[in-house]
């Protein structure tokens, strides 16, 4: 693959955008009452510039100038997409925006935590530290870390909006002194080198249209010695390029997660060594012989359910629950109340998750490689 080249940064022009969509939305304490006070032009056009990567664009017809098109826009694809479904994953999933392991009988936040604070223990991360969050969402995992192993945390994200719902988060809990976050785009980060004791990422460089290159910049920002620990999205290496069904799992999961460039597991794993790591560990913990898989809560199965409170958690996903809100989301578009686009976004997050859910059971995807990589000394 061709070097790549990095979108122009400009931060007024993003925080002048988000301001116009989303208002004073980022004060809502649901996601759900949050997707009513958009602005109906700028959501036309953060749709508009989002789809205009897979309107019309399928599987059989993909060609890698296709691909090269979205990682030539990866941040503002990134970006938008997050404009698009922040509020979205919060009324469906919490504000940690990730998969997680299931234990017997484990509730589903609880579970959610664990994942968080397994990647501490294998980072062995300790208080006091500096720590870098890449790609922090609205800093649900930075507020569980930062409570767990009593680190100290920077948050490093490219939207906005989901910036200032992190601010607001962080206050409310009394972390504030711990937590900070920062508008950035992780290809080339602002932070001097040798900053941080340790970095980790939950499920966000996959929005980078080079691991190569994000690993690099998150090796520059690590001090000598420091620890760098990801949950990685991959496609495993049963992934088929040539076979229809595995391109258009694929493309559904890149489609509804604003993903530019999703590679393979071989190819992370060569990128995270090209950058200067010492790997010490990797493992895709989705081949651990849980009995309820990473995908459960997606495939809306009540079978699995561990915890009577995640009955609500389940039923949103299932294919009943996916199309209430379809038919609710188009109802409040034609009443004004929802801005237009918010059932196309809905919908292609519908279409995600039966690609995640294929993807899982056959194998051929992972939303948590686990690597735990060392700068040298």
């Not at 069904?245 to 090209?274: F, W």
Request: hydrophobic share 40%; glycine share 10%.
């Amino acid at each position: 693959m061709a070097p790549i080249a990095l979108e122009a940064e400009d931060h007024s022009r993003d925080a002048a955008f988000a301001k116009v969509m989303h208002g004073k939305s980022a004060r809502e304490r649901a996601g759900f009452m949050s997707m009513m006070g958009k602005d109906p032009v700028a959501q036309k056009a953060a749709v508009d510039e989002y789809f205009k990567h897979w309107d019309k664009k399928d599987a059989k017809t993909e060609t890698e100038e296709t691909r090269e098109a979205r990682r030539a826009e990866y941040a503002t694809l990134t970006r938008h997409y997050y404009n698009l479904v922040t509020d979205l994953y919060e009324y469906g999933w919490g504000t940690s925006f990730h998969f997680c392991r299931f234990a017997y009988g484990e509730p589903f936040q609880q579970a959610i935590a664990r994942h968080e604070h397994y990647l501490a223990h294998r980072m062995n991360l300790r208080e006091g530290m500096n720590v870098l969050d890449v790609g922090c969402g609205v800093g649900g995992p930075a507020r569980e870390i930062a409570k767990f192993a009593g680190v100290n945390i920077v948050g490093l994200n490219n939207n906005d909006y989901q910036i200032e719902r992190a601010i607001r988060y962080a206050a409310k809990e009394g972390l504030s002194e711990q937590l900070s976050f920062t508008k950035g785009d992780f290809m080339q980060m602002s932070f001097p080198s040798n900053t941080f004791d340790a970095v980790y990422a939950i499920e966000a460089t996959v929005h980078a249209p080079s691991l190569e290159g994000v690993y690099s910049q998150i090796f520059r920002v690590l001090k000598p010695g420091g620890v760098f620990g990801v949950y990685e999205w991959l496609m495993t290496d049963a992934y088929d390029n040539d076979n229809p069904e595995h391109r258009e799992i694929r493309l559904g999961i890149e489609q509804g997660d604003g993903i530019s460039n999703m590679v393979k597991i071989s190819e992370s794993l060569q990128a995270i060594q090209d950058a200067g790591f010492v790997l010490e560990h990797h493992e895709d913990l989705a081949n651990r012989p849980d009995l309820r898989p990473w995908y459960y809560p997606l495939a809306g199965d009540f079978g699995m359910i561990g915890n009577f409170g995640d009955i609500l958690t389940v039923a949103r996903m299932t294919k009943l629950g996916r199309g209430a809100v379809h038919q609710f989301v188009g109802l409040l578009e034609k009443l004004g109340i929802a801005s237009h686009g918010t059932q196309k976004t809905a919908d292609s997050l519908a279409r995600a998750a039966d690609a995640l859910v294929a993807g899982g059971q056959q194998k051929l995807f992972t939303p948590m490689y686990l690597m735990i990589a060392r700068k040298p000394e």
